[in-house]
């Protein structure tokens, strides 16, 4: 059987909505955060203060955020809401994103639920005070969004990537029944899941490939996640970006846009010279001007 990943992706990019932002504007992509309810299988429990670091500098800083994709870990985890009592500061870190209207949220396969259930996220458990408030009213979870450059035209096209993965896009009630019955308990005692876009390096070239190909011949960057592998060409080398993940061994990777340049950046616990831990920020690679990517 013949697959064809250009329109698979060609489908979800001629129904994203479009923004336009100017040089003016400063965005952060991040995806795979994969959170979940604070048990042992929980990845991202390690980098929970490092990202609510990073949001919080974003949110002061008047920052778009774009999260592409399995913010939440829902194979793994049945319950949202234990999911957002666990990490109650990440979300009201978000829901001030969302009052400020700078939250823009995609969905991946492993939280392609919501989609399913819209209202999945209408409401969170606060534990101090003991209450339920609306966590983001309004919301529409996309599959993808394109944001348009104003003064070069450039295209930017941001999704979670899985739809370059078969067996975690056309199969993913398979991959979830698998990921939540038998890696799922095999991973708390060592082994990997050997489907994983994310911890198989032969899937990760795959998926990788086939996103690359997509961007040839096409004035348009592609920005994905799924692989949590970072991903920065320079001018000239292609167009496909990948902004990597929030589980990466105590660090996390994002990209930014402002002042019309793109980087890619990583999150991390730092020592200062007198011993005192704090959490800063490194640029990877970049900045690039986003003009310097037209054809």
């Not at 994969?34 to 974003?58: E, I, M, P, T, W």
């Not at 961007?215 to 292609?238: C, D, M, S, W, Y």
Request: charged fraction near 25%.
């Amino acid at each position: 059987m013949l697959i064809s990943y250009d329109k698979r992706i060609n489908r979800v990019y001629l129904a994203s909505p479009r923004f336009r932002f100017s040089d003016r504007s400063k965005i952060a992509i991040m995806s795979d955060c994969h959170r979940g309810s604070g048990s042992l299988a929980d990845d991202f429990a390690k980098n929970q203060n490092v990202c609510y670091a990073a949001l919080q500098s974003y949110n002061d800083a008047g920052y778009i955020y774009i999260e592409a994709g399995d913010g939440d870990e829902l194979w793994k985890n049945k319950n949202f809401r234990e999911i957002s009592s666990m990490h109650a500061d990440i979300f009201s870190m978000l829901k001030q994103f969302h009052a400020g209207k700078r939250l823009i949220m995609l969905y991946g396969n492993h939280d392609i639920e919501k989609k399913l259930k819209p209202r999945l996220l209408d409401t969170y458990h606060k534990l101090t005070p003991k209450r339920e408030m609306t966590l983001f009213p309004g919301m529409v979870i996309r599959e993808g969004v394109i944001l348009e450059h104003r003064p070069t035209g450039l295209k930017i096209f941001i999704l979670h990537g899985h739809q370059a993965d078969y067996f975690n896009d056309r199969l993913w009630r398979l991959a979830r029944f698998l990921v939540r019955h038998v890696w799922r308990p095999l991973e708390l005692v060592g082994f990997s899941d050997p489907k994983s876009a994310a911890k198989n390096n032969k899937v990760k070239e795959k998926v990788e490939i086939r996103l690359k190909s997509w961007t040839e011949g096409k004035n348009i960057l592609l920005i994905a996640g799924h692989t949590h592998r970072p991903v920065f060409p320079q001018p000239g080398e292609g167009r496909y970006f990948n902004d990597g993940s929030c589980v990466h061994p105590w660090s996390i990777t994002a990209i930014e846009i402002s002042s019309g340049r793109i980087s890619l950046v990583g999150w991390r616990q730092k020592i200062r010279e007198d011993g005192t831990v704090y959490i800063g920020k490194d640029v990877i690679a970049g900045p690039a001007p986003l003009i310097t990517y037209l054809a």
